[in-house]
């Protein structure tokens, strides 16, 4: 019973991971500039960073429009 349980959290773990590559490389490849080559404006161009990036628009970021809220004077 625990192997079982143990073998469907190894799939799932490979299936998200093959996921949020195969999302960073798509992002790796649409969002980077040849303009803006500083990382700290685009987090796309490094593929590493687009990796990260990816995996916490997918996984571990709840709250990710609060990024993106206007402030208003």
Do not use: C, P, W
């Amino acid at each position: 019973m625990i192997m079982n349980t143990a073998d469907k959290v190894v799939a799932f773990l490979i299936l998200f991971g093959l996921i949020i590559l195969a999302f960073a490389h798509s992002l790796h490849l649409l969002l980077r500039s040849e303009i803006f080559q500083d990382s700290a404006i685009n987090m796309f161009v490094q593929f590493g960073s687009s990796i990260l990036a990816a995996y916490y628009m997918m996984g571990i970021q709840l709250l990710f429009q609060n990024g993106f809220q206007m402030k208003i004077l």
